[in-house]
C-alpha cells in the first residue's frame, strides 16, 4: 500500500514539474490568437480592407494588418492568469468578440469563443 501512495506521489509531482516547464508564455498565446483571428476574419479583413484579389489576401497586406493591427490588440485586450502548471488566457476585443483558452504542455485549447 505505501509503494504505491509513493509511486504515485512521484507520478504527481514529475507531471507538475513537466506542466510548469511546458507552460506555454504570453508571447506564444499572442502568436496563437493572432493565427486564429486571422485564419478566421480574413474574409471580413479583405471586405473591409479591399485589398485581395480571387485568392484572399496578399501575403504582405496580410503580414501587415496581422503584425500592425490585429497582434498589437491582441496583446493589449488579453488577461492571463498564470497558476504554474497552466495559463488561463481571457481576450476580449470590444465589437469582436471574446476568446478564453487555456495554455498547458507547450500548446493551447481554446475553451470558449463568442
Known amino acids: 500500500m505505501t509503494g504505491n501512495l509513493v509511486k504515485g506521489s512521484i507520478a504527481v509531482v514529475t507531471l507538475g514539474v513537466i506542466m510548469t516547464a511546458t507552460n506555454p508564455k504570453q508571447e506564444a498565446y499572442t502568436e496563437y490568437a493572432t493565427e486564429r483571428f ?4 480574413g474574409q471580413f479583413v479583405c471586405e473591409k480592407t479591399g485589398y485581395c484579389d480571387k ?3 496578399p501575403v504582405m497586406i496580410k503580414n501587415t494588418v496581422k503584425n500592425n493591427f490585429i497582434k498589437p490588440a491582441i496583446t493589449t485586450a488579453t488577461e492571463r492568469q498564470n497558476l504554474g502548471v497552466v495559463s488561463l488566457y ?4 470590444p465589437g469582436v468578440g471574446q476568446m478564453k483558452t487555456v495554455g498547458a ?6 475553451y470558449s469563443q463568442s
Open 38 to 41: 486571422m485564419n478566421q476574419s
Open 55 to 57: 485568392d484572399g489576401m
Open 90 to 93: 481571457t481576450t476580449e476585443v
Open 105 to 110: 504542455f507547450g500548446k493551447f485549447f481554446t
